[in-house]
């Protein structure tokens, strides 16, 4: 069984930068593909970014591409989100997840089997 535990969000103005990290439990989860995605009040949840389980290889939602930086330690753990430029449409619950199916990343939630709660990131005007 794999815990993954997300920490780093809050409330910053527009343009300002946050880094969300997601601790994982287990030695296993050093061999999962892991991803973050987004959900705003009422709306879906949306992919963000993902990494293989490597760390060789990355993607990202067209409207983060070149905001955004997802990175793993695997010594750690421990994925991170580096967000920086951050819009007010940014606004939402960040989640963690991990897909212990395959090698490398996906962008539908549902190839993913484990899911943390989340972590409120908040972008002022």
């Known amino acids: 069984q794999v815990q993954l535990v997300e920490s780093g969000g809050g409330l910053v103005q527009a343009g300002g930068s946050l880094r969300l990290s997601c601790a994982a439990s287990?030695?296993?989860?050093?061999?999962?593909?892991m991803g973050w995605f987004r959900q705003a009040t009422g709306k879906e949840r949306v992919f963000v970014a993902a990494?293989?389980?490597?760390?060789?290889?990355?993607s990202y939602a067209d409207s983060v591409k070149g905001r955004f930086t997802i990175s793993r330690d695997n010594g750690k753990n421990t994925i991170y989100l580096q967000m920086n430029s951050l819009k007010p449409e940014d606004t939402a619950v960040y989640l963690c997840?991990?897909?212990?199916?395959?090698?490398?990343?996906?962008?539908?939630?549902?190839?993913?089997?484990?899911w943390g709660q989340g972590t409120q990131v908040t972008v002022s005007s």
């Open positions: 990494i293989s389980s490597g760390g060789g290889s990355t």
């Open positions: 997840a991990g897909d212990s199916r395959r090698v490398f990343e996906s962008i539908y939630a549902s190839n993913y089997d484990y």
């Open positions: 287990g030695r296993t989860a050093r061999s999962y593909v």
